[in-house]
């Protein structure tokens, strides 16, 4: 009895051996080897990270993916997506399914302590807000007492829309979804009032509505929310490379290195351009990657302001300007260290 | 069928061999070892297990244990049966989810149950109409996923009802009846002082009621005489509480809703996730219990129905004293499964926004990252809910087995 | 009244008045008056379903064929009032219900995969067919590598990796991947379930029970939640295949009860006539037992399956995108969002849905029709 009970198991276990990958512990050896980057990613947020009908995904969130790839290998096209849900986001980074995870994720205490996570940055800064539909006649928050407020289940959102209607005395119908999707199609059956998420997150949900229009965000900003990559505790080599690939688009666009002029930009005697694109010093070798990394992830992906706009800037229909998210020289929070 | 052979023997092979001397063919030795590598494997695989998620949970510095449900909760649950704020502690939030899948389980037994009876018995109707009828809705909605039907009710029928707002329901007017795309809404009955009384009276004419038939029953089975019982149980059922309620002043009051701001407010509101859960299971398990239900009394032997003809019973005496009571033996161990699963399915209330135990615990484990010890408790209740009711059930049907003499 | 019927004994005197004929039995009429109107009560529940059916049927057959919408390119074709079903939204979604995100030029091998399933599954469900060994080997074993090199992509073929699976596909895979991994597995848990050895019934019996006691979608979070964790560091599966480990673990639990029954109702002849034969516990068990066991639950193997093909769609709650999960997302597509598109999109998964159910139930029952004959003395 007992060898076929062993049998069966090796015999599961041999299917599952089909689909499973093994990994060494240090997770840039580990990318090297399976020659891609495995990126978390949303299930689909219009600007951050969504797929088109063919599957090729693109945002925000996907192009700092594309970035560690083009530093790792010098190819931003050597990523593969898993589209997580809330739910599944720290535990699919946690058991190494996934290298990295860029998924509007919001920077807290908690998940930064107790969950094993490092936030190696903030790629864009947010804030929670509303949407309502224009015929309610409502243009601030403070006039939603009593409304049903549509939320996705078991984000920080939930967490503060709690807060804010207690600290203004406020009363509110929670009606709640595991999914994004959903929350949108019950706000869109007019199932509740209110939409609340990261404002950003509103933008990009009021154009999957049916009349996009008919909808309008409200002043009101509830919340800090700082979204950023995140990757696993332990291994500080992968952690160093995240941060700054995206210290590395921020560094480019302050001193003007652009897709487009970055090769020009190889003949610059700026000693900061220099050391940038990897014609002095050797910050690459340091990475335990190329020394042409910077070089990669600006040929290839852009500058934070050229992602900026490709994704969710004022040519996109999400039409979302800079605001906080600008270079702190130009009165907005990106700032980067200098490459030194 | 010739798979499974294959497969045995594939497995078999070298258990087989010739002879019978050597020690390892000894069926009790080989049980032994047999039973003994049993063990050391599914130690192994349990050990590697829990040592692989410990070193995972210690290395990704993730903290573990309990110890987070006495923190508090910080979130909001639209439905509750005991009192929960969003100050509560998770432990109570995970105690709402329990009661909400407790009381919609419980609320959808009993309409899968009547409708089902009702189905069944209208399968072997001699009407045809009514028994095509039947048919086509037990085929229909047994062949098509639960998940599908709650979807369906939730998302097709539910969600595209009108809003208040929409219905042209005059703010601050008393709306007796509602049913919009915020939920049904009914007149809520508001208790006022010296409403305990009538309760009170309710509960003791239901004692009364209970002796009653005792006694009726004791009596018919000494002299043969009967006794009205249901009628006049009924009747009391309904004259005293009705005097207690005159007799205290008419402590009963009407709440109506009404539209104000955003929400319809007061009176009593049935949420359409609930309303969405419950339609889809009740109808769903009703599909199942008609077919158990027409199975059990085809079960019982048609001669039964003739000696009891023939003993000038009534064709509906016949049903209630002869088929049903034989008929429900069968009836009730797949009933009892039938139960089970309506329980089990209620879980798929997440996929519909009803904050049940998958639900509320799935919220938990988002906000706290505790995924082992949230994942592994749901499944135990779930375990214990299953073993309480089979052990229930398996007395009740013990009681009602048919006793040989 | 004469007094001498009130004396015990009775002889009827005198011939009794002749009884009109009966009324008309056979033609529309008989029948009318016996199925409908045979009485008072008979007669009002026929006018009672006469009416719930007239206000049930008219606005269906309105909905999905008069005032539905058949072409269009978008969601303009079905905004309206009155509109009944999009059958157009079905139309120009009808590939990714089928396929799900499956690359377009690589189709054919879904399609050829379901061609040797077909070439697969007909002979054996025709009882008729000889070479049933053979054929369930080629659907247990060689189906299934043929299969999984075909739709994953190995020796040359383009690579398609699962999260671009979908719809019908994805729904078959995981029913059928179900199917043929509890198969073996319920036959050795319930055949464990009846040993004598107490350790081995001791933990057949808590797997038993304990996939049966707790709800699908809990086991479907723990596969996709909890167990990576449990993994050795740097092993992982992808998620498709951890919800395939789920579902086969679940309905292995379900398939092993349905095997027990079959075991149960072997007489103990049986397993003394195999005994005395000199058969080892396999050889009777492969030669004797379980060939007449499986024949008697095939019907309770199929019940199995149908609940298996239709818990499939639960997998749309830890996201994957099977037939009802793929109906669901192109639902929110702004293309196509109107009032009538989830209606239209849920019937027409249900359709699809009933299709499979259905026929596999009528087979059940024709199975079981067929098997009962044998045993009617």
Redesign the interface.
């Known amino acids: 009895?007992?060898?076929?009970?062993?049998?069966?198991?090796v015999g599961?276990a041999a299917?599952?051996g089909?689909?499973?990958?093994?990994?060494?512990?240090a997770t840039l050896d580990?990318v090297k080897a399976k020659g891609f980057v495995q990126c978390g990613v949303s299930?689909g947020l219009a600007g951050f990270s969504a797929?088109n009908?063919a599957?090729d995904w693109s945002g925000l969130d996907v192009d700092l993916c594309r970035g560690v790839a083009a530093a790792v290998f010098g190819d931003a096209k050597a990523v593969?997506?898993?589209?997580?849900?809330?739910?599944?986001r720290?535990?699919?980074l946690?058991?190494?399914?996934i290298d990295v995870l860029s998924r509007n994720t919001t920077w807290t205490m908690s998940?930064d302590?107790?969950?094993?996570?490092n936030f190696a940055g903030v790629n864009y800064y947010d804030g929670q807000g509303f949407m309502v539909r224009k015929s309610?006649g409502v243009n601030s928050a403070l006039q939603?007492?009593?409304?049903?407020v549509c939320v996705q289940?078991?984000?920080t959102t939930?967490?503060n829309?709690?807060?804010y209607f207690?600290a203004n005395d406020m009363t509110?119908?929670?009606?709640?979804?595991?999914?994004l999707?959903?929350v949108?199609?019950?706000y869109?059956?007019?199932?509740c009032?209110v939409y609340t998420t990261d404002q950003s997150g509103l933008y990009s949900i009021r154009?999957?509505?049916?009349a996009p229009d008919e909808h309008m965000v409200l002043p009101e900003v509830i919340s800090k929310e700082p979204l950023g990559p995140v990757v696993?505790?332990?291994d500080d080599q992968w952690f160093a490379i995240v941060k700054w690939v995206h210290f590395a688009m921020l560094n480019a666009e302050e001193m003007g290195i652009t897709s487009e002029n970055v090769d020009e930009m190889m003949n610059s005697t700026d000693p900061n351009v220099m050391r940038m694109l990897g014609k002095e010093g050797a910050f690459g070798d340091s990475l335990g990657i190329g020394n042409d990394w910077a070089y990669n992830v600006i040929k290839q992906v852009g500058n934070y302001g050229e992602v900026f706009e490709r994704n969710v800037g004022a040519s996109t229909q999400l039409n979302i300007s800079r605001g906080v998210n600008a270079l702190w020289s130009k009165g907005g929070l990106q700032y980067a260290p200098p490459i030194r | 069928m010739g798979t499974d052979m294959a497969h045995q023997e594939s497995?078999?092979a070298g258990?087989d061999d010739s002879g019978r001397a050597s020690l390892i063919y000894d069926p009790r030795v080989r049980g032994f070892?047999?039973?003994a590598?049993?063990i050391i494997?599914v130690a192994g695989?349990v050990w590697s297990g829990l040592t692989n998620a410990h070193d995972?949970?210690q290395?990704?510095?993730?903290?573990s244990g309990f110890g987070f449900f006495k923190e508090r909760a910080?979130?909001?649950?639209?439905q509750s049966f005991i009192h929960y704020t969003?100050d509560s502690t998770y432990l109570r939030a995970f105690f709402v989810g329990l009661g909400n899948t407790l009381v919609v389980a419980v609320i959808g037994i009993f309409f899968a149950t009547v409708i089902g009876f009702i189905v069944g018995l209208a399968r072997l109707s001699k009407n045809y109409l009514v028994r095509k009828f039947a048919t086509v809705y037990v085929e229909t909605l047994r062949n098509i996923p639960l998940l599908l039907q709650l979807l369906f009710w939730y998302?097709a029928v539910l969600?595209?009802l009108?809003?208040p707002r929409?219905m042209g329901i005059e703010p601050g007017s008393e709306i007796a009846f509602s049913l919009n795309?915020?939920g049904l809404y009914l007149p809520r009955i508001v208790p006022e002082a010296g409403a305990s009384l009538i309760l009170f009276t309710a509960i003791a004419v239901l004692a009364v009621w209970f002796v009653l038939g005792r006694w009726a029953k004791k009596r018919q089975m000494a002299t043969g005489q009967q006794f009205p019982v249901f009628v006049t149980g009924l009747g009391l059922f309904i004259v005293l509480p009705l005097l207690a309620f005159f007799v205290t002043g008419m402590p009963l009051s009407l709440e109506y809703a009404s539209l104000?701001?955003?929400?319809m407010?007061n009176g009593w509101v049935i949420q359409?996730e609930f309303m969405a859960l419950l339609l889809g299971l009740s109808l769903y398990t009703a599909s199942f219990i008609a077919e158990i239900v027409r199975a059990g009394i085809l079960a019982v032997s048609h001669g039964q129905t003739e000696a009891a003809y023939a003993l000038g019973i009534r064709p509906n005496l016949t049903s209630r004293l002869v088929i049903v009571p034989q008929a429900m033996r069968v009836i009730i161990p797949p009933l009892t499964s039938q139960y089970l699963n309506l329980t089990k399915n209620s879980s798929l209330a997440?996929?519909i926004?009803y904050?049940d135990l998958v639900?509320v615990t799935?919220?938990v484990?988002?906000?706290t990252?505790q995924?082992v010890e949230v994942i592994s408790i749901t499944m135990l209740v779930y375990l214990t809910l299953s073993l309480l009711t089979s052990a229930f059930m398996n007395w009740f049907n013990a009681s009602v087995a048919l006793v040989e003499r | 009244m004469d007094h001498t019927t009130k004396s015990i004994a009775y002889v009827r005197t005198e011939e009794t008045p002749r009884s009109a004929p009966p009324s008309k039995s056979g033609g529309v009429g008989g029948w009318l008056k016996e199925n409908l109107f045979a009485t008072p009560r008979d007669t009002v529940l026929t006018i009672i379903t006469f009416l719930v059916l007239l206000w049930i049927i008219p606005p269906v057959i309105d909905w999905a064929f008069i005032s539905a919408v058949w072409t269009g390119d978008n969601?303009e074709a079905c905004i309206g009032p009155d509109t009944g079903a999009c059958w157009a939204f079905v139309d120009a979604k009808f590939g990714q219900f089928i396929y799900g995100?499956y690359?377009l030029e690589e189709r054919w091998r879904v399609n050829l995969a379901g061609l040797l399933l077909v070439a697969g599954l007909v002979p054996i469900a025709i009882p008729s067919v000889p070479y049933k060994r053979e054929n369930a080997l080629y659907l247990l074993i060689v189906f299934p590598v043929l299969a999984?090199i075909l739709l994953t992509g190995q020796f040359g073929l383009k690579p398609v990796?699962?999260?671009?699976w979908g719809g019908l596909l994805v729904t078959l895979v995981v029913a059928i991947v179900g199917i043929v991994?509890s198969f073996?597995?319920g036959i050795?848990l319930a055949?464990?379930r009846r040993?004598h050895?107490p350790i081995?019934k001791m933990?057949c019996v808590i797997f038993i029970e304990f996939w049966r006691g707790v709800p699908l979608i809990t086991v479907l979070f723990m596969s996709?939640?909890?167990l990576?964790?449990f993994?050795p560091?740097?092993?992982?599966?992808?998620?498709?295949?951890r919800a395939l480990?789920g579902v086969?673990l679940f309905s292995s639990a379900y398939m092993a009860e349905v095997i027990r029954g079959g075991l149960q109702a072997i007489p103990k002849g049986q397993y003394e006539a195999a005994n005395a034969m000199a058969l080892t516990f396999w050889q009777g068990t492969r030669l004797v037992i379980m060939p007449q066991a499986l024949k008697l639950v095939i019907p309770g193997i199929v019940n199995t399956f149908i609940g298996l093909f239709k818990d499939t769609s639960l997998v749309l709650?830890?996201?994957l995108f099977d037939l009802l999960g793929i109906v669901?997302?192109n639902?929110?597509d702004?293309n196509w969002?109107?009032p009538v598109t989830p209606a239209t999109g849920f019937v027409f998964a249900a359709f699809v849905f009933f299709i499979f159910c259905f026929g596999m139930s009528r087979y059940s029952a024709y199975m079981e029709r067929r098997l009962d004959t044998g045993h009617k003395r």
Do not use: C, H, W
């Open positions: 009895m007992k060898k076929e009970i062993l049998s069966a198991v599961v299917v599952a089909l689909g499973a990958a093994a990994a060494s512990a580990d299930t797929p009908d599957g593969k997506y898993s589209p997580l849900s809330a739910k599944e720290f535990t699919a946690q058991s190494g399914e998940r302590t107790q969950l094993g996570l309610l939603l007492s009593g409304a049903s289940t078991g984000t939930e967490l829309l709690t807060d207690k509110y119908n929670p009606v709640v979804f595991e999914k999707e959903e949108n199609a019950a869109d059956a007019n199932r009032d154009l999957g509505l049916s696993r505790q332990g | 497995v078999s258990a070892v047999f039973q590598l049993l494997v695989l995972n949970l290395r990704a510095g993730i903290a910080g979130f909001d649950i639209g969003n998302k969600s595209i009108p809003s929409a795309n915020r104000q701001g955003f929400n407010v359409p997440v996929a926004g904050p639900s799935g919220t484990l988002n906000q990252g995924a | 969601r995100r690359p999984f990796e699962t999260p671009l991994v073996p597995l050795l055949l464990g040993s050895m081995v933990f996709s939640v909890m990576p964790l993994l560091d740097g092993v992982s599966f992808d998620k498709l295949l480990i086969a709650i830890i996201g669901q997302q639902m929110t702004p969002i109107s």
